[in-house]
């Protein structure tokens, strides 16, 4: 597909039917396969043969749909997990264990925060956390010796924000470790991580990929650029021999194109089990073949909402990247020039109360915990997701109580100025 647009990729891209064959991917829900002997078998546990053996690890299915989002970001091998969530854990994980440290930018979604800072603390992975904003005089002392990884992502969910990729790249290459960057809000449509220097890529396919709110889902994708040889002290995982595979070195056997994929498969889906469901990733695939045409009107209405929203008097203020004015706005143009995301934030001058009756009133966006899903959706987080918080500390955290997070659909952006417009009457 190398010579396709990325919309042709996005409709086309991962699986080409033979003569006969079935014109959409098959969804091959088996658990396992069948070999007329065991050597043929045996090849494949020696990682001497590629096929399949059992879907705990891998599954045909899944590997159409990873190599379709390998194609959109411009990557060498992918695999899908279970979920957002242990798409980063597995892309940290692989590289990172008991003694070492990673990088990670604070602007992060509260979950992938919680894995790290609560959770990998736990099994002994210590972390330095840096403002997205800040100078490379602060990016490099985050460094110690055992650094094995630089984390950040391109839009953060909730706070919007936007990485200087090439910064958090050129910093985490000057040390010798690799940049991770969560794609999701951005999504290959409007910006590739790998073309400013990142080395992986991760995603919560559950967002826009699907984009439909039906399946919890997630991809790591790798540029095959980082040379883990050149580095081989920092990763004996990857460049000692593998006793529980015979003695394989992982980047001797796959390259750069295939030693981090090939490793987290046969190590973490081996031992974890965090597979996506075959049944999950058609209906991945089938959000994967709108996902170019989607974003494009995520975009429209999210800029149309943030406009109307920046010269309303009752609001405090706004922020989407793309609106010019916005703090991220000169680092949204380089890296995202084509548009940012349907996600806007903004905070209501009458704090709780006037959150709760303007949300009370909308008609058009439900109330939920998601995002980038078709139908427009929006979250009060001092009334939900943090309110055990008080006034102060909601403050303090940078999430004011007025503070209201809308996910902008694929609807009319009429209707959802006239929706927005009239509950913020109601106030
Ligand atoms: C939602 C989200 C995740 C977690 O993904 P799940 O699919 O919910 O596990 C990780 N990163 C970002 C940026 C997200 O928005």
């Known amino acids: 597909m190398g010579t396709n647009g990325l919309g042709t990729t996005c409709v086309q891209g991962g699986y080409t039917p033979g003569n006969g064959e079935p014109r959409q991917i098959p969804i091959i829900q088996s658990t396992t396969f069948k070999y007329n002997t065991s050597e043929d078998m045996g090849k494949l546990f020696d990682l001497e043969a590629s096929g399949y053996f059992y879907t705990r690890l891998q599954n045909p299915t899944n590997d159409m749909v990873a190599r379709k989002i390998c194609e959109l ?220 045409v989607r974003m494009q009107r995520h975009c429209e209405n999210g800029m149309a909402v943030a406009a109307l929203l920046r010269d309303h008097e009752k609001v405090k203020s706004v922020h989407y990247c793309s609106l010019p004015g916005d703090a991220y706005y000169g680092r949204a143009q380089k890296y995202l020039p084509g548009g940012s995301c349907g996600v806007v934030s903004f905070e209501l001058k009458g704090g709780r109360a006037a959150a709760s009756a303007f949300m009370k009133s909308l008609k058009l966006a439900a109330i939920e915990t998601h995002v980038a899903d078709a139908r427009t959706c929006c979250l009060n987080p001092a009334s939900s997701t943090h309110r055990q918080m008080t006034d102060e500390q909601l403050a303090a955290a940078g999430i004011p109580a007025g503070l209201i997070r809308i996910s902008c659909g694929l609807e009319d952006a009429e209707d959802l100025k006239r929706d927005i417009l009239q509950a913020l009457e109601a106030i």
């Open 73 to 292: 970001e411009g990557g060498t091998a992918a695999m899908l997990t279970s979920s957002g969530q242990a798409a980063n854990f597995f892309a940290l994980f692989n590289i990172a264990s008991c003694g070492d440290h990673i990088v990670s930018s604070s602007s992060i979604y509260g979950g992938t925060f919680n894995l790290i800072s609560v959770t990998m603390r736990k099994m002994g992975i210590e972390v330095t956390f840096v403002s997205p904003d800040c100078t490379d005089e602060e990016l490099n002392a985050a460094f110690r010796p055992n650094t094995k990884a630089v984390f950040g992502e391109t839009i953060a969910n909730p706070a919007l924000t936007v990485l200087d990729i090439e910064q958090f790249a050129r910093t985490a290459h000057a040390h010798g470790v690799p940049l991770i960057v969560d794609n999701t809000f951005a999504t290959p449509v409007n910006c590739r991580p790998f073309e400013w220097g990142a080395d992986i890529v991760t995603h919560s396919t559950t967002k826009y990929m699907d984009g439909h709110g039906v399946g919890v889902g997630g991809a790591i994708v790798d540029s095959g650029r980082f040379d883990w040889m050149a580095n081989a002290e920092r990763f004996p995982g990857l460049c000692t021999p593998d006793d529980s595979y015979h003695g394989i070195v992982y980047a001797e056997k796959f390259g750069r194109e295939g030693a981090f994929i090939t490793k987290c498969t046969s190590q973490l889906m081996r031992d974890f089990g965090s597979i996506q469901s075959p049944q999950n990733a058609f209906y991945l695939n089938l959000g994967l073949e709108s996902l170019h």
